[in-house]
């Protein structure tokens, strides 16, 4: 059985989701799956969120679904209780970070400074969200990061797209890049699954060239 974190890294790119009505769920991880990425960060911040993933663990139960933008351990509950298998947040937040660890649930915290990285690797954490990636200074600040902490991986997330992907998965500090440009809000909205699931054959094929 490949860890959370090995799965990562053979994905390349998490697919990171914002759904505002749960109808949209099963398409688009539908989507996801056929072209190639079978996996979703569904953002908690919308009223769908929950059922969404639960209804996506439900039905495809291969897939892996967490739950992103987590910012309570009541939302914790929630989305792990709805069948999220793991949980991103995106700051540091040590109240959240030990109750997954507590728990043994997967948790991926947000880091943009050494002393949040340095709060993670006290906790024993292998792998740190990096947002707001492009924002935060990219993938020169990650490299900048990893000289001290040697042990840590990152995923970024926030300003990622195709055109600066290979970027930051050359390093080989990066587990994989969060991105949204493949499951773009107009597209769930109008219900272009289709070319949701084109542009994620896309991105799954760039990541898999890449890291070849």
Not at 52 to 80: F, N
């Given at each position: 059985?490949?860890?959370?974190?090995?799965?990562?890294?053979?994905?390349?790119?998490?697919?990171?989701?914002?759904?505002?009505?749960?109808?949209?769920?099963?398409?688009?991880?539908?989507?996801?799956?056929?072209?190639g990425l079978p996996c979703?960060?569904?953002?908690?911040?919308?009223?769908?969120?929950?059922?969404?993933?639960?209804?996506?663990?439900?039905?495809?139960?291969?897939?892996?679904?967490?739950?992103?933008?987590?910012?309570?351990?009541?939302?914790?509950?929630?989305?792990?209780?709805?069948?999220?298998?793991?949980?991103?947040?995106?700051?540091?937040?040590?109240?959240?970070?030990?109750?997954c660890l507590e728990k043994e649930i997967?948790?991926?915290?947000?880091?943009?400074?050494?002393?949040?990285?340095?709060?993670?690797?006290?906790?024993?954490?292998?792998?740190?969200?990096?947002?707001?990636?492009?924002?935060?200074?990219?993938?020169?600040?990650?490299?900048?990061?990893?000289?001290?902490?040697?042990?840590?991986?990152?995923?970024?997330?926030?300003?990622?797209?195709?055109?600066?992907?290979?970027?930051?998965?050359?390093?080989?500090?990066?587990?994989?890049?969060?991105?949204?440009?493949?499951?773009?809000?107009?597209?769930?909205?109008?219900?272009?699954?289709?070319?949701?699931?084109?542009?994620?054959?896309?991105?799954?094929?760039?990541?898999?060239?890449?890291?070849?």
């Amino acid at each position: 059985m490949k860890t959370i974190e090995e799965r990562f890294y053979e994905l390349g790119v998490v697919p990171v989701v914002v759904l505002d009505d749960v109808k949209d769920a099963l398409p688009l991880a539908e989507a996801l799956i056929n072209g190639g990425l079978p996996c979703a960060e569904v953002t908690f911040r919308t009223q769908a969120a929950e059922e969404s993933i639960r209804l996506m663990s439900k039905k495809y139960p291969d897939m892996l679904v967490g739950a992103g933008t987590v910012l309570t351990k009541e939302q914790v509950d929630r989305a792990v209780g709805a069948g999220a298998k793991f949980i991103v947040s995106p700051g540091f937040d040590g109240e959240i970070v030990d109750y997954c660890l507590e728990k043994e649930i997967p948790v991926f915290p947000g880091c943009v400074t050494p002393s949040e990285v340095a709060q993670a690797v006290k906790r024993g954490l292998k792998v740190v969200k990096f947002f707001p990636a492009e924002q935060a200074g990219g993938i020169a600040m990650i490299k900048a990061m990893a000289a001290p902490y040697t042990m840590v991986k990152f995923m970024p997330t926030g300003g990622i797209s195709a055109k600066n992907l290979k970027d930051y998965l050359d390093f080989p500090k990066i587990l994989c890049c969060g991105g949204s440009w493949m499951v773009k809000g107009d597209l769930i909205k109008a219900g272009d699954f289709t070319k949701i699931c084109e542009l994620t054959k896309e991105a799954a094929q760039l990541a898999a060239d890449i890291r070849s």
